[in-house]
């Protein structure tokens, strides 16, 4: 528990809050705020969205920088964890002011697993802290699992997880470690398909319908399974042919700062499979600009 106490103090002191109430993190020249990306949950006509993905963006000297320069600059495992932390932190402590009660927040568990089993569950309790704090019921909560070598760890992560109510998703499924093997070990509820592995098989009829009996056998398997990195009508197609329960991508929603309003309107498939339709923003800035 001192370990916890002590990053949590850590925490405190990297946190600058503003005036309406949104967080952000500094860490050395950098300034960490949230973004979110919306969720949907696939009913046939439209795409009701249903929740949100917790991102890092970094920025410097006011400007936004690719979330994996900011990380190949963070080189101390201590730091590399606080890091992780520190988001998560950031993710939840500014998930009320969406402002939409209900939505589910997916988070990455980037690295933990890497410091071992102690870390890796003062990790989960500092998770389970913060939405004791904020009141968050925590099967609103999805943790993404990454990929590591240690299996061992992995299920007693898992299990940590789940003994608090909070429920698992594998992330990057199709790429890596991340392979039906993996997925029954961990036994998640939810599995995330890679978006550059699932642009690809788009591109491909035989590969395509591959994916669809996938899809199917862990839905089977009492899993739902999300499919991200939707671009293009042609694989917004692909992907709703598949029978996914969730869907997420540039198509369908940016990313956007913490803070931005949420639209709770579904998106209705026939105009976003029409020829020409650009991208749908699901958030608007406080002042109502796009």
């Known amino acids: 528990m001192a370990d916890v106490d002590s990053l949590s103090a850590r925490i405190d002191q990297a946190i600058l809050v503003d005036e309406v109430g949104i967080e952000t993190g500094r860490y050395g020249p ?17 795409l009701m969205p249903i929740g949100l993905e917790g991102l890092a963006g970094p920025h410097k000297d006011g400007e936004l920088v690719a979330a994996r320069e900011f990380f190949r600059e963070v080189t101390a495992a201590d730091d590399t964890f606080f890091i992780e932390n520190l988001c998560q932190t950031l993710h939840l402590h500014n998930y009320p002011n969406i402002g939409v009660d209900g939505l589910t927040l997916f988070v990455k568990l980037y690295s933990s697993a890497d410091f071992g089993l102690k870390k890796a569950i003062g990790q989960v309790e500092h998770v389970v802290r913060f939405l004791e704090e904020i009141s968050v019921d925590p099967a609103l909560l999805v943790c993404e699992i990454a990929e590591t070598t240690d299996d061992g760890l992995m299920t007693e992560l898992a299990a ?20 039906l ?43 739902e399974v999300l499919i991200q990195g939707i671009e293009t009508p042609s694989q917004l197609r692909v992907a709703l042919g598949t029978g996914t329960d969730f869907l997420q991508g540039y198509l369908l929603g940016r990313p956007r700062l913490a803070g931005a309003i949420f639209d709770t309107k579904p998106l209705n498939t026939e105009r976003l499979l029409a020829p020409g339709d650009g991208v749908i923003s699901l958030f608007a800035d406080r002042n109502g600009a796009r």
């Open 160 to 179: 940590e997880l789940r003994r608090h109510g909070i429920r698992i998703a594998v992330d990057d499924f199709g790429i890596g470690r991340s392979t």
């Open 30 to 46: 950098y300034f960490l705020k949230t973004l979110y990306q919306p969720v949907f949950h696939n009913s046939g006509k439209d």
């Open 181 to 223: 093997s993996r997925v029954r070990l961990l036994n998640p509820e939810v599995v995330k398909v890679d978006g550059g592995w699932f642009r690809r098989i788009a591109e491909v009829i035989m590969a395509a319908k591959l994916l669809r009996s996938l899809v199917d056998a862990l839905q089977r398997e009492g899993r």
